[in-house]
Nanobody, 118 residues
């Protein structure tokens, strides 16, 4: 069993930055692929970016490249999402996820709310 706990969400003005964290615990948790999803009001949850245990990074939303950066600290068993130049349309609940196939994750965090004001 893997437990995921997100932190770092909050209210920020457009153009600002936030750094989300996702701490994992549980046997084998450091080895699984980790990813970030988000869900905006009235929209489906979407996969944004993932990081494999070895550091392989994949972006699933091209428009986020250059603004959002995923990083991973396997010693701390924590994944980060640095979000810069935030826009009001980035407002969403951001979820950390983990699993062998990140598009169908086995484990989810409870989510952290990011609100970007104009």
């Amino acid at each position: 069993q893997v437990q995921l706990v997100e932190s770092g969400g909050g209210l920020v003005q457009a153009g600002g930055s936030l750094n989300l964290s996702c701490a994992a615990s549980g046997r084998g948790s450091v080895y699984v692929t980790r990813g970030w999803f988000r869900q905006s009001p009235g929209k489906e949850r979407e996969l944004l970016v993932s990081s494999g245990w070895s550091g392989t990074i994949s972006y699933y939303v091209d428009s986020l490249k250059g603004r959002f950066t995923i990083s991973r600290d396997n010693v701390k068993n924590t994944v980060y999402l640095q979000m810069n130049s935030l826009k009001p349309e980035d407002t969403a609940v951001y979820y950390c996820a983990a699993g062998a196939i990140i598009s169908r994750p086995t484990y989810w965090g409870k989510g952290t709310l990011v609100t970007v004001s104009s």
